[in-house]
């Protein structure tokens, strides 16, 4: 996991100029995931929020920190026991690889479904894993589904390349910040 606070931002922001936004995330990793793959998830999905216009601060949930940010989230990754006791409570489908709850500010991934997923898809975890968290993050800020980009509902469609917000998700998700400043 990376170290306390750590800025995590990449490449130029869309939409030179705007004022950049800035977005908090606390990383629980229940599933165990390494250091290496979780770093490498985390700055994928930090550039999808960049081109965004957010800069996400990166915070490991083991040091306490004080708070950089107005926008607090929660990423929680769930092991495959947490992942299927969630599953079963909330009648979660198969398919599905996190959920997202705005009321909580609160975002799980089903670990043992995206490694099973990536592993059949022959496609790198840490890609995948940065991707959801990007699109759980998004519905955490107001993001719906969308038939492009990131925030499409089956990661089949977002599995492979770059994915990014659309124009309309991009000033929805910075809207979203503006208000809870």
């Not at 759980?136 to 719906?144: D, K, M, P, V, Y």
């Amino acid at each position: 996991m990376l170290a306390a606070a750590t800025l995590m931002s990449a490449g130029p922001v869309a939409g030179a100029g705007l004022d950049t936004k800035v977005l908090e995330v606390h990383v629980e990793n229940h599933a165990h995931v390494t250091a290496s793959v979780l770093e490498r998830a985390e700055k994928l999905a930090a550039e999808i929020y960049a081109a965004a216009g957010v800069r996400i601060v990166w915070v490991d949930d083991d040091e306490v920190s004080r708070p950089v940010a107005a926008f607090h989230v929660r990423v929680i990754l769930l092991s495959r026991d947490m992942s299927e006791a969630l599953a079963k409570a909330d009648g979660i489908a198969d398919d599905v690889l996190g959920e997202a709850r705005r009321p909580l500010g609160r975002a799980w991934v089903l670990c043992s479904r995206l490694m099973d997923v990536s592993g059949d898809k022959q496609i790198f975890t840490a890609d995948l894993l940065g991707k959801v968290i990007a699109h759980e993050i998004g519905h955490l800020l107001s993001a719906g589904h969308s038939t492009r980009g990131i925030m499409q509902a089956s990661f089949r469609r977002y599995q492979y390349g770059p994915q990014e917000f659309t124009a309309e998700q991009a000033v929805s998700v910075r809207a979203s910040l503006e208000t809870r400043r």
